[in-house]
């Protein structure tokens, strides 16, 4: 099956600096990636909605300048978080899809974010 | 817009025990129906999905899920969970008019399994 990747799997960081999260599609070209954020014992909410060679697509409420999403590839899409806050603290999963039809999403084991 | 309700925020079953977790849709028109799993500290794996055809999905690890249109649910269901079930589950809707198709996430349900 798909798999998809992010890199690291947990991060603590100070307030106030920048984190990176890396999202690999490892045997396929994902076209389309998405990044969600889960917050402890609730559902996964969706923050944006990122296209290789274009700009993210982000949802009401997300606040773009914050979350900074780039897909400089067909198998690499990152999230950054920036300016960090302890409000910030989440697990933020990334997952893809195939494109051109294929609407199964193929998810990310997850990042773990604590910022202090 | 579409939105999904399961109303169960968590369940208790009995190992060996028969298991129906309750999901509702709303969408417009044909939606994208998925079921996925995850475990404590792991990401989500798909169980099953429904775009057309049979309403009745077979998915992986046993589980099954109806579709049926007139009561807009996406019922899941095993006829025997074992103690590596306990997870929790997520039912979502994807809205399928692109390859960027969004999904949308129910609330979860908690799954444990009593010995």
């Known amino acids: 099956g798909a798999v998809v990747s992010q890199h690291p799997s947990w991060v603590i960081c100070k307030s106030g600096t920048s984190v990176k999260i890396e999202c690999r599609s490892l045997?396929?070209?994902?076209?389309?990636m998405f990044w969600y954020r889960q917050f402890p014992k609730q559902s996964l909410m969706l923050m944006a909605t990122?296209?290789?060679?274009?700009?993210?697509?982000?949802e009401q409420g997300v606040e773009k300048d914050k979350f900074l999403i780039n897909h400089a590839s067909l198998t690499l899409s990152t999230l950054t978080v920036t300016s960090a806050h302890p409000e910030d603290s989440s697990f933020y999963i990334c997952?893809?899809?195939f494109g051109l039809g294929e609407e199964t999403q193929y998810f990310g084991p997850g990042t773990r974010l604590l910022v202090l | 817009a579409q939105s999904v309700t399961q109303p169960d925020i968590h369940i208790t079953v009995s190992e060996g025990a028969s298991l129906e977790l309750r999901c509702n849709y709303s969408?417009?028109?044909?939606?994208?129906l998925f079921w996925y799993v995850q475990s404590p500290g792991q990401g989500l794996q798909l169980l099953l999905k429904?775009?057309?055809?049979?309403?009745l999905v077979q998915g992986i690890k046993g589980f099954e899920a109806e579709f049926k249109r007139s009561q807009s649910s996406f019922n899941l269901r095993k006829p025997s969970v074992h103690w590596r079930d306990a997870a929790e589950y997520f039912c979502?809707?994807?809205?399928?008019?692109?390859?960027?198709?969004?999904?949308?996430f129910g609330s979860g349900t908690r799954l444990s399994i009593r010995p």
């Open positions: 997952s893809a899809n």
């Open positions: 990122s296209n290789e060679g274009s700009k993210a697509t982000y």
């Open positions: 045997d396929f070209q994902a076209t389309t």
């Open positions: 429904y775009f057309s055809g049979d309403t």
């Open positions: 969408y417009g028109a044909t939606p994208y």
């Open positions: 979502a809707v994807g809205a399928g008019y692109s390859s960027a198709s969004k999904i949308i």
